[in-house]
């Protein structure tokens, strides 16, 4: 799969990085005009830009929208993701305020790169974020199997079990697969997340502190339940209404193991009273990319 390869580094103090959100800095700017795609990569006047990791979702430990009093996922695995991120690129101590904004990091910033193929919506740069020396030079296409991936950071949240694979029609089915396997053999040893995840089994909500305190799903399902209740009473919830709120939101994904394609995640989230689920697996799933 060819990718584009950013060689920079990246930067904590200032920011909020959790486990799949970081700003980067190429080493030269205008290697961001080269990134292909409808969007462009929003940076400041440095070049310092906010990635969005591709293909994993890690629990939000910060989500606001609409507006809407900022809200969090159970705190355990969602930080666990965010220490794993940052101890794996290098920064031996980092210091955070109660929001998560970092005020202090050592060593202040840490070498890397990144491979990508487009910016989000939001126009963060959609990427597998790299350390160590690049596999090419930067600002060209290079060719990502499976073995360079694996070098990735996308993989090693993974395989350690601290994120959800959420993939996306700009990834390879090769790669794809790679990351699945991984997923699987950290479900099988019941690492990370997987030992709580609630997502097919079916999570009781009773509110908004429910899904802060004690509900480890999807974080696309969390979000689209968080923003369902500050439609009403989020501490006194009726989710008879969320099946018609997931089909009015139309995500369209493909379900691998059907074949099919589909608008709205209703057709795969089962609500009985409080109790919600999803009835097939996050790897199972292949979201369109707007």
């Known amino acids: 799969m060819p990718m584009l390869l950013i060689k920079g580094s ?13 700003h980067f800095k190429p080493d030269k700017k205008e290697e961001w005009d080269l990134v292909p795609g409808p ?39 969602g930080r666990a993701a965010r220490d794993e991120l940052t101890t794996w690129l290098g920064f031996t101590s980092v210091d955070r305020l ?28 959609i990427s597998l974020a790299g350390k160590g020396t690049p ?16 070098t990735t950071f996308n993989h090693h949240i993974l395989k350690e079990g601290l994120a959800y694979p959420t993939y996306y029609t700009n990834l390879f089915p090769d790669l ?5 396997a991984a997923v699987r053999q950290a479900q099988a040893d019941d690492k990370g997340l997987w030992k709580d995840d609630d997502t097919r089994d079916g999570a009781t909500v009773t509110g908004i502190t429910s ?25 006194n919830p009726d989710l008879t209404g969320f099946p018609a709120f997931l ?15 589909t608008t709205g995640l209703d057709a795969i989230v089962e609500v009985i009273g409080s109790k919600v689920r999803m009835t097939h697996p996050p790897e199972d799933l292949v979201f369109v990319e707007n």
Request: proline share 6%; hydrophobic share 35%.
């Open 39 to 77: 969007h462009k990569v929003e940076h400041n006047t440095s070049g310092k830009a906010k990635l969005r990791l591709d293909a994993i979702d890690t629990l939000e430990t910060h989500y606001s929208r609409n507006g809407n009093p900022e809200v969090h996922q159970p705190w355990l695995h």
């Open 98 to 125: 109660p929001d998560e904004t970092v005020t202090a990091a050592t060593p202040t910033t840490r070498p890397g790169w990144i491979l990508t193929r487009g910016a989000g919506r939001d126009r963060r740069c």
């Open 135 to 150: 596999p090419g030079t930067s600002g060209t296409q290079i060719n990502v199997d499976a073995a360079l991936l694996a």
């Open 176 to 180: 794809r697969e790679e990351l699945t």
């Open 247 to 261: 089909d009015q939101a139309a995500d369209q994904f493909w379900i691998i193991s059907t074949g099919h394609s």
């Open 211 to 235: 899904l802060q305190a004690d509900v480890v799903i999807l974080p696309k399902l969390f979000r689209r339940l968080v923003d369902y209740l500050y439609l009403g009473d989020p501490d």
């Open 10 to 22: 990246y930067h904590l103090i200032n920011g909020r990085p959790d486990g799949d959100t970081i």
